[in-house]
Structure formats: C-alpha cells, structure tokens
C-alpha cells in the first residue's frame, strides 16, 4: 500500500482509458500525456494497460508501505526519496518507509508515477482512469491509502537503453489534421490559423484547453456531431478549444483541426501562458 | 435509398462518415444500418463506433498504416446492407414528475410559450420520441418528435446546476440530465429512474434507434419509484 500524505495540486490514477463506452456518452479519460505514462510502463516492464499515477503542476507526498520499484517521467518535478533527489526516467528501488516528494517544477506540467504492475484501485467501465460519475474515486485524496503489487516474484527489468525524447515537453508546434469543417473557412482564415501563435488561457483542464486570441469568422454551429480528444472546435465567439481526454463524445461547434496523438501529448504537457503553433 | 456519403481520415486511427446534415429518422436507420453492419464484420475489442444525427465515426484500437485501405473496406461493406438487416429496436416508457416541486422552470416557461402547465404535459407526454444517440454526458440521450409548440430558446444565461434527472427543453429538442450539471435548458420536470449507472451492463439500456415516452406520475408515485430504486426492485423495462 501507498499512504497519500498530501495529493498534491490534483492527482488522478489513469491508464489507457475506456475504449467501447462512447455510444453510452462517456469520455474516453486515461493519461494527458500518453507518451510519458506508457514510457513508466516501459522501463518497469509493465503492460501498457498498467493504471499510472497522473500529477498535475505540484507533486504528492507519498509513503511505500511495501517494497517496489518506480519510475516517473514527465514534467520535470525534481521527484526525491526520503529528500534525496532521483532520476526521471529510470526504475527506482523502493524500501519500506520510503517517502517520494517532489519540488518546483521547471518544465512541462503533468508527471507521470508508475509502479511495477500498475496501481490497483478499483476499475470501472473497463478502466482505472478516474472520471466523476464512473469511477468511485475521482482525485486522489490526502490520507487515503493506494494499493499496488508487493515485488517479491517479479524480475526486475532494466530498460536503460530506452532513450526518453524530452524535446516535445518544450516544443511548441503542435502537428495537425484538417479538421471535418476546415473546409468552411475562407482561405485566409485557414491561414490566419497556421500563422498565429496561440497562447493557453488560464481555462485548461482534463476536458479542454482554451486558446487566445480569438478569430472573426462566420462559421455557423453543426448539426451535433463526434468528438475526439484533440478535436479543435471554433466557437461562436472565435475561440479555440482544443479537446482533451475527458472531452464529451459529440459536441455541436465546427471542429476546425485535429490534433495527432503525439500533438495531444505535447499540449497536455502546456500551462497558462504557454505559446504553441499548429503544424499541418 | 441511397444517401450520398462522406467519408474522411479523422485522426491517425478514426474515420468519418457523414450523411447529408439534416435530422431525419430516415438517415438515422440508415446510419444504424451500417452501424450494425460494421460491428457484425470485425472484432468488437479492435473496433468502436459511434453515431450521431448525421455521423458515424469508427474508431481503430491501433494507428491505422493505410487509411485508404481502411476507407475501401467499409465502402464495400456499405454495399452489403442491401440485404435485409433486422434491426431490433425497443419502446421505453418513462415516468416524469411534472409537480412545480420538480419543474424550476415550469412557470416561466409556460408564459414564454403561452401554454398552460397542463397543457405543456399533455403535449410533452404525447410522442413516441426516437432515441437518435447518446452524448453531452453519460447517459444523455437526443431524442427527435418534440412538438414545435414547446420550442424555445435555450435560456441565454445558463444555470449553474440542474439535478439529476431534470426532464427539460432546449430549444427544439427535449431531454433527461442523467446526472446534476450546468446546463442551460428549461426544467419542466423530473424522471427518478436512473439512466446511466456505470456498476450495471450495459451501464446504459436505452439505444440509439429506440423510442420513449414520457408518463406523468404524481409526487408520491415519484417517491415509491425512488425507494424501489433503493431496494433494487425497479427496474426499466421495455415494451415489445
């Protein structure tokens, strides 16, 4: 067992998400960053549906109960055992009483904590992925207790020649598909969009990130359609909302862009202020 | 008959296919029609399809290598739905409390539309409405056959909370908050039965294709429904 000794700004358990639950109107959830939560899972030896913690802007303050082996990965927290700093991506040896605390962060904004087989809290709908409604729990909570698999029978993997690409936490480009109303854009609309640099407003969250500066346009709402995290809508009011994980699954605003998996976790990896540029 | 369709890459593992951007029951058997079609046709743990008044949009578990091959699959696939497809599609009654206790809007709105409140249950409670799909929050379902003369605006501020199970009307359509949210429609009513309960299977009986109807019950009807609920002795069931 994990004791929680603080959560943290907001900690979530996620893994893969629900796939098969869309035509019942439940978002798809599972990790912001689906590159750095599967890289955990890597380095441990885990399968990639393994439930990982998600941390978000400020690290947790957690006592092991059990021995293990860890990894995180990520934003960069300054994560240590017991005050002593430790690596990012790389398995850590964890002894009973061991206390994980994490300082300032420095760059991105999500980090993700895996533990050899995955935290065990209750699964619903197919997956660990906390969402209200759902799942029991929807946020980790101080004094709670998480539990995970004793390391006793299982080998300890060392995957040291897997090389983690830092370079998307900093990257600002964000590659993009033409979104289904794209189309309905007039030509310099649709470049206007290519050659703005956005910034992320102080509304982002699990369900969307909302960009600045609005665009003039005259697209009228749709007929309500699918949505996918990474959907980029155009409101009436000129703004761009990008989707994320937690996203409804039909939405009525013109989705002008899509996102690519990997643009979605670089995004994920953005806080207020934060500049991007799409990419085609 | 035969609809003219779109068909585009969504993202690295999604496909698009859309029918003319109109509401009608019409498109929506036809998109079922394919829908069932493409679920019979692969594995259901590869594959997830969700539909919308106008849309179907197929998701891969796995980044698709060539998503022309994919796009050529299922055009062939649509060809096969000249056969005949049975389509099993059921009839929900729905009990709703339209007492005031329940219906935060009712007056307002009733002057809004220049309806009586007995009136506006009458024609609330009079269609078999069509289920067309489930979005917006789980468990919420877009119906079609609301009656034009309850139209209206959704309000221009939206509330901050509605409770669960607030039956309400937004502008041409009408609907059941399956959980407490802000939401901006006109509350006339509450229904007791739960509509999604994600520990049930399928977390959410009611399809897309399915028809309801609304019966109004009085508030003690309303609260023996809830305690049935409690003691796991209601339970929603179809009609054939």
Redesign the interface.
């Known amino acids: 067992m994990i004791k929680v000794l603080e959560p943290g700004f907001y900690s979530t358990i996620q893994d893969l998400g629900r796939?098969?639950?869309?035509?019942?109107?439940?978002?798809v959830s599972g990790a912001m960053d689906g590159y750095s939560s599967q890289f955990v899972n890597m380095i441990l030896g885990n399968e990639k549906k393994a439930a990982v913690m998600e941390i978000t802007m400020s690290g947790p303050k957690l006592e092991f109960l059990k021995p293990t082996t860890i990894a995180i990965s990520g934003a960069l927290m300054q994560p240590m055992i017991n005050g002593t700093s430790i690596a990012f991506n790389k398995s850590i040896k964890i002894e009973k009483h061991d206390i994980l605390s994490f300082g300032k962060l420095n760059s991105g904004f999500r980090s993700y904590i895996g533990i050899t087989g995955g935290f065990h809290s209750k699964p619903?709908?197919g997956s660990r992925s906390m969402y209200e409604?759902?799942?029991e729990s929807v946020q980790i909570k101080k004094n709670e207790y998480l539990g995970y698999q004793s390391l006793t029978a299982n080998l300890n993997h060392t995957y040291a020649h897997v090389k983690y690409n830092q370079s998307y936490l900093m990257s600002k480009d964000l590659k993009v598909?033409k979104g289904?109303e794209f189309n309905d854009l007039t030509k310099v609309q649709q470049n206007q969009i290519f050659d703005t640099t956005y910034v992320v407003s102080k509304f982002h969250n699990r369900m969307a990130y909302q960009l600045e500066p609005n665009m003039k346009h005259n697209l009228s709402s749709?007929?309500?359609?699918?949505v996918?995290p990474?959907t980029v809508q155009l409101t009436p009011s000129g703004q761009l909302i990008v989707l994320m994980r937690d996203c409804?699954?039909?939405g009525g605003y013109p989705r002008v862009l899509?996102?690519?998996?990997s643009a979605i976790n670089t995004l994920s990896q953005k806080a207020t202020n934060n500049k991007i540029r799409f990419k085609l | 008959m035969a609809f003219k369709l779109k068909y585009?890459?969504?993202?690295?593992r999604?496909i698009?296919i859309?029918w003319p951007?109109?509401?009608d029951e019409k498109i929506l058997k036809n998109i079922l029609l394919f829908k069932y079609s493409i679920e019979n046709n692969f594995i259901?743990?590869t594959i997830?399809?969700?539909?919308?008044?106008?849309?179907l949009?197929i998701?891969y578990?796995h980044?698709i290598d060539n998503i022309n091959n994919k796009i050529k699959e299922l055009k062939t696939l649509n060809w096969s739905l000249n056969g005949e497809l049975n389509i099993k599609n059921k009839h929900w009654a729905i009990p709703v409390c339209y007492d005031n206790d329940f219906a935060q809007d009712i007056e307002k709105y009733s002057k809004e539309i220049n309806c009586s409140k007995a009136d506006i249950i009458t024609i609330h409670t009079q269609p078999k409405y069509r289920v067309f799909?489930?979005?917006?929050?789980?468990?919420?379902l877009?119906l079609g056959g609301l009656d034009p003369r309850l139209f209206l605006d959704r309000k221009s501020v939206p509330n901050l909370k509605v409770k669960k199970g607030s039956v309400a009307i937004g502008g041409k359509q009408t609907g059941i908050y399956?959980?407490s949210s802000p939401g901006g429609w006109h509350v006339i009513g509450n229904c007791p039965v739960e509509l999604?309960n994600?520990?049930s299977h399928?977390?959410?009986q009611i399809?897309?294709g399915d028809t309801i109807q609304f019966y109004g019950i009085d508030k003690a009807e309303y609260y023996e429904i809830l305690e049935r609920i409690d003691k796991s002795e209601f339970n929603l069931k179809p009609n054939a």
């Open positions: 796939f098969g639950y869309r035509k019942y109107g439940v978002p619903s709908l409604g759902v799942t598909l289904p749709i007929l309500t359609a699918p996918l990474g409804q699954t039909t899509q996102l690519s998996e | 585009t890459a969504y993202n690295e999604s698009l859309e951007a109109i509401i259901k743990q997830e399809v969700v539909n919308a008044y106008n849309s949009l998701i578990e980044t799909f489930t979005g917006f929050l789980p468990g919420f877009y399956p959980k999604f994600p520990k399928p977390p959410c399809e897309a």
